[in-house]
């Protein structure tokens, strides 16, 4: 039996960690969506859950208003944490676009508008000028506070309501096996929050 050493796990838990990234953003920005389309019906009639051309599109909406928020922090914050983790981010969710992109034209799915990718557009544009408007340390909280809530209730409605009512076999896939990821994603903009509030 060949014991591993503690690099060689650390290294092969980076790697697993980076192949499932992707994966687990594509979770951040479909659970945001249904988020927003559960939170407007005043039911849960099939009308509430998005379809699989909508996933598409609030996907490359969802991860659009990321990247945007990224590249911001990376520009405004001096905190060496936060610039690596909105790097992160930038590059994840453009890596992100392009798979999202590449699955629904795999599968033949036209990305198509909402109600939730509209708002999510809208949303993106309001929390980006906000953003905009704060300097230094404020930035970075409230940038990492919006992180931290994202993550948290897109966990919550991709156990509740996404992969339960996903259709396609291969999207539902993508979406259990990059929970974990996502999780761990969670964990470190807590961390940071944490950091932050010292």
């Not at 798979?99 to 708002?119: E, H, R």
């Not at 980006?128 to 209730?153: P, R």
């Not at 309501?161 to 999780?183: M, Q």
């Amino acid at each position: 039996m060949k014991l591993l050493t503690t690099d060689s796990c650390f290294t092969k838990l980076e790697k697993c960690r980076a192949k499932l990234k992707a994966f687990a953003l594509i979770l951040t920005s479909v659970a945001t969506a249904a988020l927003s389309t559960s939170a407007n019906a005043a039911d849960k009639s099939s009308a509430s859950i998005p379809t699989d051309a909508q996933i598409a599109m609030i996907v490359v909406v969802a991860d659009t208003v990321d990247v945007d928020y990224g590249k911001l922090a990376v520009k405004k914050t001096r905190n060496q944490a936060v610039k690596e983790f909105a790097e992160t981010m930038v590059r994840d969710h453009t890596a992100v676009n392009d798979k999202a992109i590449a699955l629904a034209k795999k599968l033949g799915v036209t990305p198509k508008a909402s109600d939730t990718s509209k708002s999510l557009k809208s949303g993106g544009k309001k929390e980006l000028a906000k953003l905009k408007a704060l300097t230094g340390a404020d930035f970075d909280k409230q940038y990492v506070d919006n992180e931290v809530s994202y993550h948290e209730a897109v966990i919550s409605l991709l156990e509740k309501t996404l992969i339960p009512n996903t259709k396609n076999v291969e999207l539902k896939s993508l979406l259990e096996s990059g929970r974990p990821v996502f999780v761990a994603h969670l964990e470190h903009a807590k961390k940071l929050q944490a950091s932050l509030g010292k």
